[in-house]
């Protein structure tokens, strides 16, 4: 049986794998993470990793789970360590990361995650809980209320399920116990993230105690950040590849490309460690970075898998392979999102969207276009509508959105281009599906069905009758000609 990968078998790693820098048993822990997963594991803790290997500091990972215990169970026997895959035309470039020194599941031990918040050496709680994890509405960035989660925690304070219920009830203890606060440092893709997860906080504090809310409106600081690196779903096969590697086993691996980006707005309340020294980039403002990554980026990407998956394409390297598509993605980048920028002094946005057509065609990512088409009722609004919004405010046309927009309420009915059922996995999954069949497939009637749902369209775009037009248009093209006329057509315009 071969050995695991973990603390006693790190000199067993062959030479040309890099391995932590820095005695594991001689860092505290400064950070909790919320929502440990792939993208944490591939792009937080390695910037981390990477510090304390050059100057040491006590800033290792405390992660937590929120819902399930696959990721403990993974790397507790490994003692945090995992292995990081860069993915290139290159053969893969290996990394052992060691930055994670626990992982603590929510459900299992909400005490111990609290305790961890409230501890004096947590400095910082960053989160990758991704866009529904913020249980807010994605049209007007405020705390749902009426979330289930959010009213158990409310009800529950000492046993929360939510990121928001856990950050508020860490700097509870704080406050009680006149404890100097952390600060949350939010890496998910939200408009202007860290004052987005400032409001839902303070919304939730002033529900548990006003004075509360006061104390962290008053001394606890939320940076924006915005994140860039993709990272696909470990596959057996991934697994396989990295354990012949190793010459050990590793249970989760985590697969990546070379690009890696974070811009951190320079706000901390008690210290941080210098990622500026490897990487990251730190500055007073990250809005226009964020508008570039989300517009450019992630609407790319939703654009692509949604349309890419009704196509046949169970890739973004295969969509990108079809130049109808390279076409559609260039012109959208270029004609529609483009000039909604306010560019970065010193950025070349040429450079960036070359960059993006070639990381979106690396043939060592297989980045499912079902898997980036999750969540679409949380992703939408930031990635595609907002830019729409400014785009017919302006008197300009919207066409490649509307186009993406269609793509995914195609995706949304459940049903594919042969037939065949779609696993459409959403918090809206079901009322978009009941909305989807009560309208048939009649272009207009499907349309202004799932234009109802406001926490993704808001009362505005419904009612754009240009927007609403295109959409139904290439609504209609989809559902008679298929997504590969639909995008083929586009190319064309």
Not at 27 to 37: A, D, R, S
Not at 102 to 118: I, K, Q, S
Not at 303 to 311: C, E, I, P, Q, S
Request: net charge negative; aromatic share 6%.
């Amino acid at each position: 049986m071969t050995a695991r990968l973990c603390n006693d078998t790190l000199d067993r790693l062959p030479a040309d794998i890099a391995r932590p820098g820095y005695d594991r048993d001689r860092v505290g822990m400064g950070i909790v993470h919320l929502g440990i997963g792939a993208f944490q594991r591939a792009h937080q803790a390695v910037y981390t990793d990477m510090v304390m290997a050059d100057e040491g500091g006590d800033w290792a990972v405390s992660g937590v789970s929120l819902r399930r215990p696959d990721t403990r169970d993974a790397l507790a026997p490994q003692d945090g360590l995992y292995t990081l895959a860069e993915r290139s035309n290159e053969p893969d470039r290996l990394r052992v990361v060691g930055a994670i020194r626990e992982v603590l599941v929510a459900p299992e031990e909400p005490d111990a995650v609290l305790d961890r918040l409230a501890a004096t050496e947590t400095r910082i709680v960053t989160l990758t809980v991704t866009e529904k994890g913020y249980c807010h509405d994605p049209a007007t960035g405020e705390l749902m209320l009426d979330d289930p989660g959010i009213r158990h925690d409310l009800a529950n304070p000492d046993r929360p399920r939510t990121a928001i219920g856990y950050l508020v009830g860490g700097l509870q203890r704080r406050w009680l116990a006149a404890l100097p606060p952390f600060t949350p440092l939010t890496c998910d893709n939200l408009p202007a993230n860290g004052r987005t997860l400032a409001g839902l906080v303070l919304a939730f504090a002033e529900r548990v105690d006003p004075g509360l809310a006061a104390w962290i409106e008053r001394e606890v600081p939320f940076p924006s950040t915005m994140v860039d690196r993709i990272v696909p779903a470990t596959t057996d096969a991934d697994r396989s590849a990295i354990d012949a590697r190793l010459g050990l086993a590793d249970a989760w691996p985590v697969m990546t490309e070379p690009f890696t980006q974070w811009v951190i707005e320079d706000r901390f309340v008690a210290g941080r460690p210098s990622w500026e020294q490897v990487g990251a980039e730190l500055v007073d403002d990250v809005a226009p970075y964020e508008h570039m990554k989300l517009r450019l980026l992630n609407g790319s990407h939703s654009t692509m898998a949604y349309l890419g998956y009704l196509a046949g394409y169970e890739t973004i390297e295969e969509t990108m392979a079809d130049p109808a598509f390279v076409k559609l993605v260039g012109d959208l980048m270029d004609r529609e999102v483009a000039p909604t920028l306010q560019v970065p002094p010193g950025a070349d946005l040429a450079g960036y969207k070359a960059a993006l057509l070639k990381r979106f065609a690396n043939p060592g990512l297989k980045h499912r276009t079902w898997q980036i088409a999750m969540d679409g009722t949380q992703k939408l609004p930031q990635r595609l509508l907002d830019t729409a919004r400014e785009r017919l405010a302006a008197g300009k046309s919207a066409g490649r959105i509307a186009l993406a927009v269609a793509g995914w309420m195609r995706y949304v009915t459940g049903i594919d281009e042969a037939g065949r059922p779609i696993e459409v996995s959403d918090p809206l999954a079901a009322e978009l599906r009941r909305l989807a069949d009560q309208a048939g497939r009649n272009p207009a009637a499907l349309a202004d069905a799932l234009f109802s749902v406001k926490a993704v369209f808001g009362d505005d775009l419904p009612h754009n009758a240009i927007f609403r037009t295109a959409v139904i248009s290439a609504l209609g093209t989809l559902l008679h000609n298929g997504a590969r006329a639909a995008v083929a057509a586009q190319a064309r315009v």
